[in-house]
């Protein structure tokens, strides 16, 4: 489906939803935010390595219109149960609140409250209706979310944020200490960066995105996200919390030992590998799998980008692959339905490379493949995949995705 085509269905559901709420949008503008597709390292943004990916055409769209008040009001067309959503910045729940733990509100809520505490006055509010139609794990749906609203409140409140990694720090600090989420920055900077057609390669010793063109010899290929179906709990409850926590405690192991680093990414020789091996493999062989991933993906990295620059998708698709055999024997984040996509998708001829996209156990596997496999693979999934997981046979789904521009204000209106 083109983006034209999407957009079209999602203004056709706000407006839908704008009349059954009797919420009056006429005349509002439509922000849209990308999906993201990270290519290198996974889980590699809070152990300090490059990244490298790019965004995608599932997205969210966020209809708004200034309604000459303080209050916020909103509503989701995705989670109609939690009803319409109405608050000032002053009226927010403490941070971390039972309350709204299980519910989309929280970002909103968490938006608001982290801009006020960065300084930022929120005196124009908004009516707003929110659709989506990215997967509910392994996409980044909630850093889309983030983003969308974060940018739409600056607008209307006439805040200019100068400094682009100021905003990723920002949404960044939504998750972290509103909603306590442990996400590192790779969804945001692959989200807010994006641009159609290049790869994006984030170097954290810089604090630089660079844009990475396609060699112009690469052969036709398509992007396949892989949605399992599942509901995957924010990563405040999820094994991905647990990684994190692990991969914090090696460090401080390492740093208690005598050597000097900041992050895992660090340990890049063989000789500084090999002697941590050596000293904590006995008693710490879980802490050691940790690090071992992620020396072996940052091995891997810059293959990846030399491929991808000439155009060797095939090389892309093989170090795709290998990472996510990594991610799923070596750091032990995947999940059963997550393993089963990439099971099936291993068998596909054509298939370049699969693996895992998000935070792990649950949402959605990715898949790189030869522009004539993509329909084959589709066909292998809807056959495979109902008989290995006859609960999820309603739920689950394959898009066929391009590289897009991550941030967008629509030439349309409500």
């Given at each position: 489906?083109?983006?034209?085509?999407?957009?079209?269905?999602?203004?056709?559901?706000?407006?839908?939803?704008?009349?059954?709420?009797?919420?009056?949008?006429?005349?509002?503008?439509?922000?849209?935010?990308?999906?993201?597709?990270?290519?290198?390292?996974?889980?590699?943004?809070?152990?300090?390595?490059?990244?490298?990916?790019?965004?995608?055409?599932?997205?969210?769209?966020?209809?708004?219109?200034?309604?000459?008040?303080?209050?916020?009001?909103?509503?989701?067309?995705?989670?109609?149960?939690?009803?319409?959503?109405?608050?000032?910045?002053?009226?927010?729940?403490?941070?971390?609140?039972?309350?709204?733990?299980?519910?989309?509100?929280?970002?909103?809520?968490?938006?608001?409250?982290?801009?006020?505490?960065?300084?930022?006055?929120?005196?124009?509010?908004?009516?707003?209706?929110?659709?989506?139609?990215?997967?509910?794990?392994?996409?980044?749906?909630?850093?889309?979310?983030?983003?969308?609203?974060?940018?739409?409140?600056?607008?209307?409140?006439?805040?200019?944020?100068?400094?682009?990694?100021?905003?990723?720090?920002?949404?960044?600090?939504?998750?972290?200490?509103?909603?306590?989420?442990?996400?590192?920055?790779?969804?945001?900077?692959?989200?807010?960066?994006?641009?159609?057609?290049?790869?994006?390669?984030?170097?954290?010793?810089?604090?630089?995105?660079?844009?990475?063109?396609?060699?112009?010899?690469?052969?036709?290929?398509?992007?396949?996200?892989?949605?399992?179906?599942?509901?995957r709990p924010g990563l405040e409850k999820s094994t991905y919390k647990i990684r994190r926590t692990e991969c914090q405690e090696f460090?401080?192991?390492?740093?208690?030992?005598?050597?000097?680093?900041?992050?895992?990414?660090?340990?890049?020789?063989?000789?500084?590998?090999?002697?941590?091996?050596?000293?904590?493999?006995?008693?710490?062989?879980?802490l050691c799998r940790r690090l071992t991933y992620i020396y072996n993906a940052q091995?891997?990295?810059?293959?990846?980008?030399?491929?991808?620059?000439?155009?060797?998708?095939?090389?892309?698709?093989?170090?795709?692959?290998?990472?996510?055999?990594?991610?799923?024997?070596?750091?032990?984040?995947?999940?059963?339905?997550?393993?089963?996509?990439?099971?099936?998708?291993?068998?596909?001829?054509?298939?370049?490379?699969?693996?895992?996209?998000?935070?792990?156990?649950?949402?959605?596997?990715?898949?790189?493949?030869?522009?004539?496999?993509?329909?084959?693979?589709?066909?292998?999934?809807?056959?495979?995949?109902?008989?290995?997981?006859?609960?999820?046979?309603?739920?689950?789904?394959?898009?066929?995705?391009?590289?897009?521009?991550?941030?967008?204000?629509?030439?349309?209106?409500?």
């Amino acid at each position: 489906m083109t983006q034209t085509e999407q957009n079209k269905i999602a203004i056709e559901k706000i407006k839908e939803m704008a009349a059954e709420k009797d919420i009056n949008l006429a005349g509002a503008k439509i922000r849209r935010t990308s999906s993201r597709f990270p290519l290198s390292v996974g889980h590699g943004d809070y152990n300090g390595t490059e990244l490298f990916g790019f965004g995608t055409d599932r997205f969210i769209w966020l209809a708004y219109k200034p309604n000459n008040s303080q209050k916020i009001k909103l509503f989701s067309a995705n989670f109609p149960q939690d009803g319409i959503l109405e608050f000032t910045p002053d009226s927010i729940p403490q941070p971390k609140s039972a309350s709204i733990a299980d519910s989309w509100h929280r970002f909103p809520y968490g938006v608001a409250h982290i801009l006020r505490q960065n300084g930022f006055k929120l005196g124009k509010g908004f009516d707003g209706i929110i659709y989506g139609n990215i997967p509910g794990g392994g996409m980044s749906r909630s850093a889309s979310l983030t983003l969308n609203l974060m940018l739409t409140l600056l607008e209307l409140n006439q805040i200019q944020i100068e400094e682009d990694f100021k905003i990723i720090d920002v949404a960044q600090a939504v998750e972290n200490k509103y909603i306590g989420s442990p996400c590192g920055q790779l969804d945001q900077i692959m989200i807010y960066f994006a641009k159609d057609s290049m790869g994006i390669h984030y170097n954290p010793n810089e604090k630089k995105v660079h844009y990475v063109p396609l060699g112009k010899t690469a052969e036709d290929f398509r992007i396949v996200s892989m949605d399992t179906g599942t509901v995957r709990p924010g990563l405040e409850k999820s094994t991905y919390k647990i990684r994190r926590t692990e991969c914090q405690e090696f460090l401080e192991l390492i740093n208690s030992a005598g050597w000097n680093i900041t992050c895992l990414a660090d340990v890049r020789e063989k000789k500084l590998y090999n002697q941590i091996l050596q000293k904590f493999n006995t008693s710490h062989p879980h802490l050691c799998r940790r690090l071992t991933y992620i020396y072996n993906a940052q091995k891997g990295f810059y293959q990846m980008l030399d491929a991808w620059k000439n155009g060797d998708i095939e090389l892309v698709g093989r170090i795709f692959r290998q990472e996510g055999i990594g991610l799923r024997d070596i750091y032990q984040i995947s999940g059963p339905e997550l393993d089963t996509m990439c099971d099936i998708a291993r068998t596909v001829e054509g298939v370049l490379g699969e693996r895992m996209l998000g935070g792990g156990d649950k949402g959605a596997a990715g898949a790189i493949v030869r522009a004539g496999a993509a329909d084959n693979l589709k066909k292998a999934i809807d056959i495979a995949y109902p008989r290995s997981r006859p609960y999820l046979k309603d739920k689950y789904a394959v898009h066929i995705c391009t590289l897009v521009q991550g941030i967008k204000l629509l030439d349309e209106t409500i």
